[in-house]
C-alpha cells in the first residue's frame, strides 16, 4: 500500500474547518496550503485532485466540491484504518494462539567434584580464544555453561590461568 500524505490524517478535522467557514465560497492555493499543511506545488497538485478550476491567473476550488471530495477521502480513510486495525488485531489473536515459551527443566546433574578447580571434564581449551563444549542434549549444554560460569565465581585467578595457558593438558583425551 502506497504511503499517505501526512495530511491524510487530519482530514477530519480539515473538515470541520472548512464547514466553519461559511462565508467562504472559494478557496484559493494559500488557503488550501494553510488547511493541508503543505507548500505551493502540493497544493496546486492538490487543487487539481479536489476540483480545483482556473479563474484567471489562478486556481480556485469552490466550498461545496471540497467538502465533498474531502468525504470521498474520509471514507477511504476510515475504511483503510478499519483495515488496518483488523489485520493488527488478526496479528496479535495468532500471536497468543501460538505455544508460550518452552520450559526447560534444569538436568539433576551431580555437583562437580573438584578438590582443585579445574574446568569442566566437558569443556576443552584447545588454543587461546578457542575452547569446545561437549554434551548431549540441550538440558547438559546448559549444565556444562552453569558449571563453567561456576568455576569461574569459585576461583577467577585458576579460571583466567586455564584461558591464558592454552590447551588444557587434562582434559586433552576428550
Same mark, same amino acid.
Given at each position: 500500500?502506497?504511503?499517505?500524505?501526512?495530511?491524510?490524517?487530519?482530514?477530519?478535522?480539515?473538515?470541520?474547518?472548512?464547514?466553519?467557514?461559511?462565508?467562504?465560497?472559494?478557496?484559493?492555493?494559500?488557503?488550501?496550503?494553510?488547511?493541508?499543511?503543505?507548500?505551493?506545488?502540493?497544493?496546486?497538485?492538490?487543487?487539481?485532485?479536489?476540483?480545483?478550476?482556473?479563474?484567471? $491567473?489562478?486556481?480556485?476550488?469552490?466550498?461545496? =466540491?471540497?467538502? #465533498?471530495? *474531502?468525504?470521498?477521502?474520509?471514507?477511504? /480513510?476510515?475504511? @483503510?484504518?478499519?483495515?488496518?486495525?483488523?489485520?493488527?488485531?488478526?496479528?496479535?489473536?495468532?500471536?497468543?494462539?501460538?505455544?508460550?515459551?518452552?520450559?526447560?527443566?534444569?538436568?539433576?546433574?551431580?555437583?562437580?567434584?573438584?578438590?582443585?578447580?579445574?574446568?569442566?571434564?566437558?569443556?576443552?581449551?584447545?588454543?587461546? $580464544?578457542?575452547?569446545?563444549?561437549?554434551?548431549? =542434549?540441550?538440558? #547438559?549444554? *546448559?549444565?556444562?555453561?552453569?558449571?563453567? /560460569?561456576?568455576? @569461574?565465581?569459585?576461583?577467577?585467578?585458576?579460571?583466567?590461568?586455564?584461558?591464558?595457558?592454552?590447551?588444557?593438558?587434562?582434559?586433552?583425551?576428550?
Amino acid at each position: 500500500m502506497a504511503l499517505k500524505p501526512h495530511w491524510y490524517a487530519n482530514i477530519p478535522k480539515i473538515r470541520r474547518t472548512v464547514t466553519s467557514m461559511t462565508t467562504t465560497p472559494m478557496f484559493d492555493r494559500q488557503a488550501i496550503q494553510a488547511l493541508f499543511g503543505v507548500k505551493a506545488r502540493s497544493a496546486n497538485n492538490l487543487m487539481n485532485r479536489l476540483g480545483g478550476y482556473p479563474i484567471g $491567473g489562478a486556481h480556485a476550488v469552490s466550498r461545496e =466540491s471540497l467538502l #465533498e471530495r *474531502l468525504d470521498g477521502l474520509a471514507g477511504t /480513510a476510515l475504511s @483503510a484504518e478499519a483495515e488496518r486495525k483488523a489485520k493488527v488485531v488478526d496479528a496479535i489473536d495468532q500471536l497468543r494462539r501460538q505455544a508460550g515459551p518452552r520450559r526447560v527443566k534444569a538436568p539433576d546433574l551431580p555437583p562437580p567434584k573438584r578438590g582443585v578447580s579445574q574446568l569442566p571434564s566437558n569443556v576443552q581449551i584447545t588454543a587461546m $580464544g578457542e575452547m569446545i563444549i561437549r554434551y548431549a =542434549s540441550p538440558e #547438559e549444554f *546448559l549444565g556444562v555453561i552453569n558449571a563453567f /560460569a561456576q568455576f @569461574a565465581v569459585d576461583d577467577y585467578a585458576s579460571f583466567a590461568d586455564s584461558l591464558q595457558s592454552g590447551p588444557s593438558p587434562a582434559n586433552t583425551a576428550l
